[in-house]
């Protein structure tokens, strides 16, 4: 939610709305003491337009969905759909009133979210919606927009229906902004929806936030501790928002759906009780997918980003098939699945239809936060028509993509910044950040080793190594590299990810040529660099080979997450046992 602008990916919002903070926007109410109050609350319907419904939906298997067109809200409806549900889509305001439930999924910016509901004449007639007490969802901006203001932008003035003013988590205090993982609630009163939960992590991705008041805490059905404990969900009669996103959140999200969706349904099944206590650390399933020389799509594994076997044949190493292999990292406790398009789109991203498949379909069954990387930057395609890289990022959105990761195209905008100090707005990092938020934006680093005698011998961050290099040198320097690794770049891994984190990066995966596919663990060396010099999240990659490489980089770095590849894939190492073995070692995860 760091976005400027919005740009729309659906019918509904008009493309590029521009916003207002000024006070001419329009707001709901004051304070939460008007909820009830139907005559304290005067509301202006738009010309033509009568508050009152004129017919309700009357089939109990339609969900109203307000889709007003930012990031991944595809999720949102495969599990609407998942627990048997259709869908009606918002088209104008009289199907907001005409909702038997309303689902309102918010991506984005709290600034450009109301002034689409503005324009559309759509702030208003939901506040009459939630001021009938009608069952109501709102989801992550969902629940910010409720609130009175939010500083994102801002001030910019929300719907004011709930008092206080939605601010951005403190980053001075040693926390990673955004906040992205999966933590714990603190449920303080019956929340309805929240039953099912039973102390278990849910996910969350976000950098903004409201605080617990004397004036909304009649509101406050759970929090979350995170620095500070902010309002993780509210409630009040059949009113319900939530800032975690339980479609992202794997079996406990879709309970709390199932349970706001069958608010009569009498679910017998205790709760499965957790350990959940703050945030956990990531276990990532990366799946390398490209074209094999038969012309499907299989999942491979690089060695040092090799990804041929070495026969006779040549041919690429074929590990199994994407959709498939998404399905079952989710059953077995990943907490999110990235998707590496190693082709790289090398001709025309948007004609890459396989890929785009992968994600739709492992979109419906994988209630998980998925990421894809490879070729987004800008293009011409063969009839001369330019495509920018935040129109290919939009597309893997709609397709089902939570994260983009951007990779040599990011190293080339850190290059230009770095040299010149000035951020033109124009690199594919600011783009997709300014619209779509910086959490929704990963900056994947591939740097290799270069052993030093003296750290002074170079102008980059040189730290001294656990393992001398082949002439005994103590040092060395990470060197970025582009192009899968086959070109150097005059840059240092350190002083990327510095760069890439002003331009706007929300997390780094990390990863390590020299460690990639070795099974001796991951570059502790590299990591301890990079995350002691960031404030966002960093993804630790390349190089897992045992349990005790999870535990080892989670204990001596300050890595939020750890991906492997090739050990799940051949089944060598299970996630489950994978996290087992964390929680015997005292570290926080989703079991």
């Not at 800008?378 to 089902?400: I, Q």
């Amino acid at each position: 939610m760091e976005a400027a602008t919005f740009t729309s990916a659906t019918q509904f919002p008009t493309a590029g709305s521009s916003y207002s903070s000024s006070s001419s926007l329009h707001t709901c109410g004051s304070h939460s003491l008007q909820f009830f109050r139907r005559s304290s609350h005067k509301l202006k319907p738009s010309k033509g337009f009568s508050i009152r419904a004129s017919s309700f939906v009357d089939d109990d298997s339609v969900v109203t969905l307000l889709d007003y067109g930012a990031g991944n809200v595809r999720s949102v409806r495969n599990a609407i759909r998942f627990l048997g549900f259709d869908i009606k889509d918002v088209q104008t305001p009289e199907d907001i009133m005409n909702a038997k439930r309303l689902i309102f999924p918010g991506v984005g910016a709290f600034a450009a979210a109301m002034d689409v509901l503005n324009k559309k004449g759509m702030a208003e007639v939901l506040c009459a919606y939630i001021e009938q007490d009608r069952p109501f969802l709102g989801i992550c901006l969902g629940l910010q927009l409720l609130f009175e203001s939010s500083t994102e932008n801002g001030p910019v003035k929300g719907l004011g229906l709930i008092p206080g003013v939605v601010g951005r988590f403190d980053s001075s205090n040693g926390f990673r902004v955004p906040h992205i993982g999966w933590n714990a609630l603190q449920i303080d009163k019956d929340s309805q929806i929240l039953d099912d939960i039973g102390n278990r992590h849910v996910y969350f991705v976000h950098s903004y936030r409201a605080m617990p008041s004397d004036d909304n805490r009649e509101w406050i059905s759970s929090t979350c501790n995170y620095g500070d404990n902010f309002i993780a969900s509210v409630r009040r009669g059949n009113v319900h928002a939530v800032q975690f996103h339980p479609e992202k959140s794997g079996d406990v999200g879709l309970s709390i759906l199932r349970r706001f969706l069958y608010p009569k349904c009498e679910i017998t099944k205790k709760p499965v009780q957790r350990k959940a206590s703050k945030l956990a650390k990531r276990v990532i399933a990366c799946l390398d997918v490209r074209t094999n020389d038969k012309g499907d799509l299989v999942v491979t594994k690089g060695d040092q980003y090799d990804v041929r076997e070495h026969t006779k044949e040549n041919e690429v190493r074929n590990l199994g098939k994407p959709v498939d292999l998404a399905g079952k990292y989710y059953l077995d406790g990943a907490d999110e699945v990235s998707f590496l398009n190693i082709t790289g789109f090398r001709d025309f991203p948007l004609g890459d239809l396989p890929m785009l498949q992968v994600l739709r379909y492992t979109s419906e069954n994988v209630f998980v936060p998925l990421t894809v990387g490879g070729g987004i930057r800008d293009f011409t395609d063969g009839s001369g028509r330019y495509y920018s890289s935040l129109e290919v990022a939009s597309e893997y959105f709609r397709s089902g993509a939570d994260k983009v990761s951007i990779g040599s195209d990011a190293v080339y905008a850190a290059e230009e910044y770095l040299k010149t100090g000035v951020k033109t707005g124009k690199s594919s990092l600011e783009q997709i950040s300014r619209v779509y938020g910086n959490q929704a934006v990963v900056v994947s680093i591939d740097p290799r080793r270069v052993y030093l005698k003296d750290p002074n011998d170079v102008e980059f961050k040189a730290v001294r190594v656990r393992n001398p290099g082949p002439n005994g040198e103590e040092y060395a320097w990470y060197q970025c590299t582009v192009n899968g690794g086959r070109e150097g770049r005059l840059i240092g891994a350190f002083e990327l990810a510095k760069a890439v984190e002003e331009l706007g990066a929300g997390e780094i995966l990390l990863n390590c040529i020299d460690c990639d596919g070795q099974g001796k663990g991951f570059d502790i060396d590299l990591i301890k660099l990079i995350s002691d010099a960031v404030s966002i999240p960093v993804i630790a990659s390349s190089g897992a080979g045992a349990v005790e490489h999870f535990s080892e980089v989670f204990s001596e770095t300050k890595a939020s997450a750890a991906l492997a590849a090739g050990i799940f894939h051949r089944k060598e190492v299970p996630i489950q046992t994978v996290k087992e073995h964390l929680f015997k070692e005292g570290i926080e995860v989703r079991m």
